[in-house]
C-alpha cells in the first residue's frame, strides 16, 4: 500500500476552496507535505502512513468543484514536518473559474449574529459561496488577481484567513466591515444620503422611491409592487412582465411551486424561476402574463434588506435597457438611467465580468448566466479549438478545448454597438482563462450577421478556418449529436434557400440534417417590421378581403390598408418564412390581444397567457407536399381560427390554436421518424418554452412510441446556438479529416 506520492487534481479547482479542503484532509489523516495551485490543477506532494484514505477524501473535491481527473506518481525526496499551502503559479488552463454563487446558509448566519465580526456586513462570503466570475480577471485565482485586491484585509480577516479550521481558510473573497467593500446610498444628483445604507434604502423603497442596486455582476432596478406602473412607464416597457424577489414564503402565497422549482430557487445559482399565479389574473401591473418570475435574495446585501422592508415582495429587474450588456459602473448608471431614478444603493468593489440573472422555466433554462455560467460540458469533440460566435439576438460564446465545451454567459443583442463590443471581451476573457488559440470559428449562416462579421474578422487575425451553421441545425446539434428528427420551433433564422425559417423538421445526424418539413412559407409585410405589428403577419397569411375588413375595424385607414395589400400583391419588400414564432404572432393579432410587440417574444406570450385560461379543441390539419417535404398549411389553422371568433371565447380560440399547430408539428415528425426508421425526436427553439405546445408534442411523440430529447443542459432558445455552432463544426471537421 502507497504511503507517498505526488497528486495531480484537474479540473474546475480554483475559486472553490480547494486548497483550504486538501489541507483539512491533510490534518485529518495525518498527512504530512504540501499543496499549490497550478491555473486548471493542484498539485499535491503528500507522505503518510494514510495515504490512501487521503487520495480518497481528496479526490471527492469540494461541492463548487469538478474533478477531472486524478493522476497518482512517484516522489522523490523526505517528506517535510508538516503540511503547507504554497503560492500559486501559472500552469494548465484546462479548467475554468466556476460561477458565481448564492451566499450559503453560514454566512446568513454570520451576518445576523448579534455582536459578531460579519453582523450587518453586505459583502459577508466564504470558500463555499460569493463571487466568482464577477470578479476575476486573470488566473490562477488569488485575492491579487480579482477585484478584492484593493482591499487588504485587516487581523481579524488574517486570522480566520490562515486558520485551517475556519471555513474562510484561504478564502479568497474574505473581508467585514473594517475592511472591505464599503455601501454607499446617493441621491439622483450624486450626494451621499445620511444614515445607514441598508436601512435608509429600505425605509425609502417602503415609501414608493425606485433604486439602482448594484450587485454582483451589475445594477438591478428595484421598487415595491405599488410603484410598478411609474417604474415601467418612466423606462418606456408599459407591457414588459418584472421579475421580483421575495423571501420563500411570500413565493409560495402567491405562485404555485413544485419541489423542483423550490430546489432550483434555494440551490446554489438561485435563478429567476417563472412559476404559474395562484390567481392568473393577480399582480398585474408587474406581470399581466399567467406567470411571474420569482427569485431569492441571493447575496447578503439583499437579505440584509429584506430585513429592514416591510415589504415582503421587491421588484427586481436589470437595469440595462433588454439586449444590452449589464451596467456594471456607478458612473455609467448616473448617465443612462438619469430621470428615472430616484436613489441609488452602489458599493467600491469592481465588477470585473458582468452577469445578468439565470431565468429558468418548468427546468429548461431560458437565459444562461449567473449562478449558470460560464458553464463547462465535458464532451468529446476531436483535437480542434473550435470557437462559436452564437447569433446575433440572445448571444453568448462557446469554445471547446480539450474535450470540454465551455460557453459564456447571457451576452445580448449584438445589433447594439455596446454589446457587440461585450461579444468580443467576453470572446477575450474566456480565450485568456482558457489559454486557446482557434483553429476553426463557426458562426451564423447569415452573412449579414454581426456577429458574423466578427468572426470573419477574429478568422483573418488568427488565420482560424470559419464555418458557418445554419441556425435551426445549431438548435438541434445543442440538443444532440446522435442520429434524430430534429423539430426546431423558433422565432426566425436564415435558412439554406435564402428565406426565413423557424419551424423546420430535419432528419439524420449532424453534420448531415437533411430538412424534411416545415411550416408553410407565409408572407412578412416589410420583412422586419412585420415581427414589431403582428398584423401586418397576420395579413401576410391571410391575404384577403376579410382581413382587410378586420384591420378596418382595429382603426387601419383606407391609404394603410391600401399601401399594406399591394405591397403583398407585388412583394415588395416582403420576405418569406416559416417561422413558428411568427405565425404565433399573428394569431395573437388576429384575436386582438397584441397590436404592437412591445418586448422580446409578447405576442406569442400574451396569446399563451390567454389559452392558458381557455379550453383546446384540436382541429382538423391540412398537410401537403412541395419539394419533396410535408408542409403544416398554417394559413389553414389561421383561416379556422377566423371563422370562429364570435362563437368561442378567445381563451378557447387561443388554446384551440395553440393545440393544432403543436399537433401538425408532431405530426410531421412522426411521419419523418417513421420514414427514415428512426426512434429519437430532438426538441429545440424558444417556441418550445410554451408549456402548452411543448407538453403537446412531446406527448405525442411518446405516443407513437418514440423518445423525445430536450436539452436542460443549454437554453432552449437562442443561449444554446453557439454551443451547437461549436458541436456541427467539430464534426464537419471530423467528417472532412477521416
Request: proline share 5%; net charge negative.
Amino acid at each position: 500500500m502507497r504511503k507517498e506520492g505526488q497528486i495531480s487534481i484537474k479540473g474546475i479547482v480554483q475559486g472553490v476552496g480547494f486548497r483550504p479542503f486538501v489541507f483539512a484532509a491533510a490534518t485529518k489523516y495525518g498527512i504530512r507535505g504540501s499543496v499549490r495551485n497550478l491555473g486548471s490543477e493542484v498539485l499535491i506532494n503528500a507522505w503518510g502512513d494514510r495515504f490512501e484514505e487521503f487520495l480518497c477524501a481528496v479526490s471527492w473535491g469540494t461541492p463548487l468543484s469538478r474533478i477531472d481527473s486524478v493522476d497518482v506518481t512517484v516522489i522523490d525526496g523526505d517528506a517535510p514536518k508538516d503540511f503547507i499551502i504554497l503560492e500559486s503559479t501559472t500552469g494548465a488552463l484546462s479548467g475554468f473559474i466556476p460561477a458565481d454563487v448564492a451566499t450559503c446558509n453560514d454566512c446568513l448566519a454570520d451576518i445576523v449574529e448579534p455582536g459578531g465580526r460579519y453582523e450587518g456586513y453586505w459583502a459577508t462570503s466564504c470558500v463555499n459561496c460569493g463571487p466568482r466570475y464577477s470578479i476575476i480577471h486573470a488566473l490562477p485565482y488569488d485575492r491579487e488577481r480579482t477585484t478584492m485586491e484593493k482591499f487588504p484585509i485587516c487581523n481579524g480577516c488574517a486570522g480566520e484567513y490562515s486558520n485551517p479550521g475556519s471555513r474562510r481558510h484561504h478564502a479568497q473573497t474574505i473581508a467585514c466591515d473594517a475592511c472591505g467593500p464599503a455601501l454607499l446610498l446617493l441621491d439622483h444628483t450624486g450626494s451621499p444620503v445620511d444614515g445607514d445604507p441598508l436601512r435608509t434604502a429600505a425605509r425609502l423603497l417602503d415609501e414608493g422611491a425606485v433604486i439602482a442596486i448594484k450587485g454582483l455582476g451589475g445594477f438591478h432596478i428595484a421598487c415595491i409592487e405599488s410603484s410598478a406602473s411609474r417604474l415601467k412607464g418612466t423606462l418606456g416597457r408599459p407591457e414588459q412582465p418584472l421579475a421580483v424577489m421575495a423571501e420563500p414564503g411570500e413565493i409560495r402565497r402567491v405562485a404555485h411551486v413544485s419541489l423542483e422549482e423550490e430546489a432550483l430557487l434555494g440551490g446554489p445559482a438561485h435563478p429567476i424561476v417563472v412559476l404559474e399565479k395562484k390567481d392568473p389574473l393577480s399582480h398585474i401591473a408587474i406581470s399581466k402574463l399567467h406567470t411571474l418570475g420569482c427569485m431569492l435574495p441571493y447575496t447578503a446585501l439583499h437579505h440584509l434588506l429584506f430585513r429592514h422592508l416591510r415589504a415582503r415582495m421587491l421588484i427586481m429587474t436589470s437595469a440595462n435597457e433588454p439586449g444590452e450588456p449589464m451596467m456594471t459602473t456607478t458612473e455609467a448608471a448616473f448617465v443612462r438611467l438619469g430621470n428615472h431614478i430616484d436613489y441609488y444603493l452602489t458599493h467600491n468593489r469592481r465588477i470585473e465580468n458582468r452577469c445578468d440573472d439565470s431565468v429558468v422555466r418548468d427546468g429548461y433554462i431560458i437565459r444562461l448566466s449567473r449562478g449558470l455560467a460560464p458553464k463547462r460540458v465535458r464532451c468529446s469533440l476531436g483535437d480542434a479549438t473550435i470557437l462559436g460566435v452564437g447569433p446575433e439576438i440572445n448571444a453568448n460564446v462557446s469554445l471547446y478545448q480539450g474535450g470540454f465545451l465551455i460557453t459564456s454567459p447571457h451576452v445580448g443583442n449584438v445589433r447594439n454597438p455596446a454589446t457587440l463590443a461585450y461579444l468580443k471581451e467576453t470572446v477575450e476573457t474566456i480565450r485568456a482563462f482558457t489559454g486557446a488559440s482557434c483553429d476553426i470559428i463557426a458562426h451564423d449562416l447569415h452573412p449579414q450577421f454581426l456577429s458574423t462579421r466578427y468572426a470573419r474578422e477574429l478568422a483573418a487575425e488568427t488565420g482560424a478556418r470559419l464555418v458557418p451553421v445554419q441556425h435551426h441545425r445549431a438548435h438541434i446539434a445543442a440538443t444532440t449529436d446522435e442520429p434524430c428528427i430534429g423539430i426546431a420551433i423558433d422565432g426566425i433564422g436564415y435558412g439554406d434557400d435564402g428565406t426565413i425559417w423557424g419551424g423546420e423538421i430535419f432528419a439524420g445526424q449532424v453534420p448531415d440534417l437533411r430538412r424534411t418539413g416545415h411550416l408553410e412559407s407565409v408572407l412578412m409585410p416589410g420583412g422586419d417590421i412585420a415581427t414589431r405589428f403582428p398584423e401586418r403577419m397576420l395579413y401576410g397569411i391571410l391575404p384577403d378581403d376579410t382581413t382587410l375588413d378586420l384591420l378596418e375595424g382595429r382603426g387601419w385607414n383606407a391609404m394603410e390598408r391600401d399601401l399594406l395589400a399591394r405591397q403583398v400583391e407585388r412583394g415588395f419588400n416582403v420576405s418569406l418564412t416559416s417561422s413558428t414564432g411568427r405565425v404565433l404572432d399573428a394569431a395573437a393579432a388576429l384575436l386582438g390581444l397584441c397590436r404592437e410587440k412591445t418586448f422580446d417574444g409578447e405576442p406569442a406570450q400574451v396569446l399563451e397567457a390567454v389559452a392558458y385560461r381557455g379550453s383546446a379543441t384540436t382541429w382538423e390539419r391540412e398537410f401537403y407536399e412541395e419539394d419533396g417535404m410535408q408542409v403544416l398549411r398554417t394559413s389553414a389553422i389561421m383561416k379556422k381560427a377566423r371563422d370562429a371568433m364570435g362563437t368561442r371565447s378567445i381563451e378557447d380560440l387561443a388554446a384551440s390554436f395553440q393545440a393544432t399547430l403543436a399537433t401538425g408539428i408532431a405530426e410531421m415528425a412522426v411521419a419523418a421518424a417513421h420514414e427514415e426508421d428512426i426512434d429519437r425526436v430532438a426538441v429545440s427553439g424558444g417556441v418550445a418554452y410554451n408549456h402548452a405546445i411543448r407538453e403537446t408534442i412531446l406527448a405525442h411523440i411518446r405516443n407513437e412510441g418514440l423518445t423525445p430529447l430536450i436539452s436542460r443542459e443549454y437554453p432552449l432558445g437562442d443561449g444554446c446556438i453557439s454551443a451547437g455552432q461549436c458541436i456541427w463544426a467539430a464534426a464537419v471537421h471530423r467528417q472532412e479529416t477521416e
